[in-house]
């Protein structure tokens, strides 16, 4: 067990709609990544969050949007679905204070598995 | 980041050590060798990482060579347990540095 909870672990819903993925990392981790793996893209870097503030971006469509909280759990909002947006979205927590260090280790969640039909 | 290139796939005997290899030939001086591995549809988990000195701890060893262009991950007694697809990434230090995974290499430990 990472100590990073994703909820939901399934989620179906159909083209058009929106839906929130949220994320509750370690205790005491500052920053949080999102990460999407399709079986076509493998795993994406999303967008990172460290202490509410975003503070890198990746190949994240301008449908997706994310916000870290002030108790530091993140959720990911994504909207207007595609069939191409069916993948797996992984939630990480750094386990140092500050990113980019070098010892900076990730611990990633089981996953939020998405299908849009 | 610089790059690297992983075989696509390997297997290794239970028990065996297994030596999963990786080039990263245009490293810089400033960035790490970082190994991460993901058992079917699990998150990523992080194994060991390093800059230039071997390293190890209680998963496994990763052996980097003096010029940093290649390394090698050792798990010195494989299990059925370890089978998994294995990242080999190379990540600079300082802000906005992200961890980006390659398509890893496959590693299935047989009976």
């Known amino acids: 067990d990472s100590g990073v909870t994703q909820t939901p672990k399934h989620l179906i819903t159909a083209t058009g709609q929106r839906v929130t993925l949220r994320c509750s990392p370690r205790s005491g981790d500052l920053s949080v990544y999102w990460y999407q793996q399709s079986l076509d893209q493998g795993l994406q870097f999303l967008i990172q969050y460290y202490n509410g503030e975003e503070r890198a971006k990746g190949n994240i469509l301008e449908r997706f949007s994310a916000q870290q909280f002030p108790d530091l759990h993140s959720e990911l909002n994504l909207s207007s679905l595609e069939l191409g947006d069916s993948a797996l979205y992984f939630c990480?927590?750094?386990?140092?204070?500050?990113?980019?260090?070098?010892?900076?280790?990730?611990?990633f969640g089981s996953g939020t598995q998405l299908s849009v039909l | 980041d610089a790059k690297t290139t992983q075989p696509t796939s390997m297997d290794c005997a239970e028990g065996r050590a297994a030596n999963l290899p990786c080039n990263h030939s245009t490293i810089s001086g400033n960035e790490y060798v970082y190994w991460y591995r993901q058992i079917h549809s699990q998150g990523p988990q992080y194994i060991i990482h390093g800059l230039k000195n071997n390293e190890t701890n209680e998963m496994a060893s990763l052996i980097i060579t003096e010029d940093r262009k290649s390394s090698t991950l050792i798990l010195p007694h494989a299990t059925l347990r370890d089978t998994a697809v294995y990242y080999c990434i190379v990540r600079r230090t300082g802000a906005n540095s992200k961890l980006t995974f390659g398509k890893g290499i496959t590693l299935s430990v047989r009976p």
């Open positions: 990480a927590s750094s386990g140092t204070p500050e990113f980019g260090t070098t010892n900076e280790k990730l611990f």
